[in-house]
Structures are given as structure tokens and as C-alpha cells.
């Protein structure tokens, strides 16, 4: 079955501006995370979602939102662009069921800041 | 979640099998060791997990120690194509989260 998808690949924005990535999960799949990861922090969460609601958050500032709509799908908003959000952002979807389910990444959004 | 810890780095010929380590002395008895792999470009692809028995899909092998403080991921004829960061995690669950989830992992590069 289709992987985790990210839409688009790759992003070129500038400071001020606010950015949406999407991420389609993988069918049957009701949890959706997001990770940013950069060379010097690593992979860090962001935020959860399932059945349309963020259920974990992770020490992010409040310009970074996301939503889930009721086929699973997720987008991601960073509004005020600063050039230290450059970074890969991963989204991963994960059945939800049993509690040791692991998690599956899509090939992430690579988003640029001029 | 408990801190797991792995070389930074590691060779290995190929079509020989690989061994990469992972230390998770402070582990839980409800804590699973995840391993995933990111190749340069690309998001983390999850290889295997386990809680305590040895596991085995098509892509390797977990072998989890007796006491459960330390693993290690077999790639059984490793290739160019696993040329790769491998990640060991260790955590209770997917609704268990903690700042920076993948630690620096080890840089496997698998020669001809």
C-alpha cells in the first residue's frame, strides 16, 4: 500500500512570509505526528493529531499549528517565517491500535528561508 | 523514555552481515527497542521493533539481550543501498513522546 505522502518536496520562502505542508497519511492510519529535523537539533516533535484533534504537543512556539481533517489528513502551518525554521519537516502516521505500533515517515517537506 | 546509546559510526563490506549495536541499560519493562534507518534526503524508514524476544522480518534481525539492556540490529547481506544513519529507540509507546525523539545514531557505511 501507498507510503506516507508530504506535499511539496521542497520549499523556498522568506522571513515574514507563512508556509501550509500537507502530509496523507497511510490509509487506515489515524494518528499523524510532526518532527522538524535540522543537522544541529536533530529529529524534534512537534505535534500529534488523531481523529481531528492534537493530542501531544512538543516545546514549539505557538506560530507552528496544524489541524487534522476527517479522512486523517494533516497540514501544518508555520505563520512569521524566521530563517532558523529551515529545516526537513517529517510527518509520520501510525495505526493508532496497539500501543507499540511503530511509526512510518513520509520523505518529509524541505523548506528553505532567504 | 529510556537513553539509548550507539558508535557513532561503522564499516562494513558488502555482502557480509551487519551488527549495530545499542546500549539501553536504564530501559523499562514496558519499553519497546525500535531501530529505523534514514538515508541521506529521505524521512526514517522503521525497520523492526521488539519488547524482549529475538524478531526477525525481511529486512533484519533484533536480537535483544536476556536483561534487555542492550540490542543489536543484524542486516544479514547488507548492500550499497544500506549505506544509512540506523536509529535505536527505545520508548513505551506511541502516544509517549519526548523533545528530540532519534539520538545521533550510527553512521553505517556498507563498501564494496
Known amino acids: 500500500k501507498a507510503g506516507v505522502t508530504q506535499t511539496p518536496r521542497y520549499l523556498i520562502k522568506t522571513r515574514g512570509q507563512q508556509v501550509t505542508l500537507s502530509c496523507s497519511p497511510i490509509?487506515?492510519?489515524?494518528?499523524v505526528s510532526w518532527y522538524q529535523q535540522t543537522p544541529g537539533q536533530g529529529l524534534q516533535f512537534l505535534f500529534e493529531?488523531?481523529?481531528?484533534?492534537?493530542?501531544n504537543k512538543g516545546n514549539f512556539p505557538g506560530r507552528f499549528s496544524g489541524r487534522q481533517f476527517s479522512n486523517s489528513r494533516s497540514e501544518m502551518n508555520v505563520s512569521t517565517l524566521e530563517l532558523g525554521d529551515s529545516a526537513l519537516y517529517l510527518c509520520a502516521s501510525s495505526w493508532a491500535g496497539a500501543s507499540n505500533q511503530p511509526q512510518h515517515f513520509g520523505d518529509g517537506t524541505r523548506l528553505s528561508i532567504l | 523514555d529510556a537513553k539509548t546509546t550507539q558508535p557513532p559510526s561503522m564499516d562494513c563490506a558488502e555482502g557480509r552481515a551487519a551488527n549495530l549495536p545499542c546500549n539501553h541499560s536504564t530501559i523499562s519493562g514496558n519499553e519497546y527497542v525500535y531501530w529505523y534507518r534514514q538515508i541521506h534526503s529521505q524521512g526514517p524508514q522503521y525497520i523492526i521493533h521488539?519488547?524482549?524476544n529475538n524478531e526477525t522480518n525481511e529486512m533484519a534481525s533484533l536480537i535483544i539481550t536476556e536483561d534487555r539492556k542492550s540490542s543489536t540490529l543484524i542486516l544479514p547481506h547488507a548492500t550499497l543501498r544500506d549505506t544509512a544513519v540506523y536509529y535505536c529507540i527505545v520508548r513505551v509507546a506511541w502516544t509517549s513522546y519526548d523533545k528530540v525523539i532519534f539520538g545521533p545514531g550510527t553512521s553505517l557505511s556498507v563498501i564494496p
Open positions: 493529531y488523531f481523529s481531528e484533534t492534537q493530542r
Open positions: 521488539g519488547l524482549k
Open positions: 490509509s487506515g492510519h489515524r494518528s
